[in-house]
């Protein structure tokens, strides 16, 4: 038996048999993380539609919601931003 305690055809069985299941593998994982991604976009931009309206509709203060949601005042000013870019595609 070769040093490694492993014979050429055990490792080429072995490797095979990774190999065959590496595509699979590697397609669960880019789904997996697609969708995952696409899920904390959508989160984030429902998110940020709540904030909008806390603001605008019901008067909070900017300070009271990044302290809520747990970000920066300036975040904050970076989503009022957004949704007024987001307005202006929608005429």
Not at 17 to 32: F, G, K, M, N, S
Not at 37 to 60: C, F, K, S, T, Y
Not at 64 to 74: C, F, L, P, Y
Request: hydrophobic share 45%; no cysteine.
């Amino acid at each position: 038996m070769p040093r490694g305690g492993r014979t050429k055809a055990l490792q080429d069985r072995i490797a095979a048999a990774v190999a065959t299941d590496l595509p699979t593998r590697l397609h669960r994982a880019a789904v997996e993380a697609r969708d995952a991604e696409e899920a904390w976009r959508l989160a984030i931009q429902r998110r940020d539609q709540v904030v909008v309206e806390a603001l605008d509709v019901h008067g909070m203060s900017q300070t009271a919601v990044a302290e809520i949601i747990g970000v920066r005042k300036g975040r904050i000013h970076g989503i009022l931003v957004a949704s007024q870019a987001d307005a202006g595609e929608e005429q």
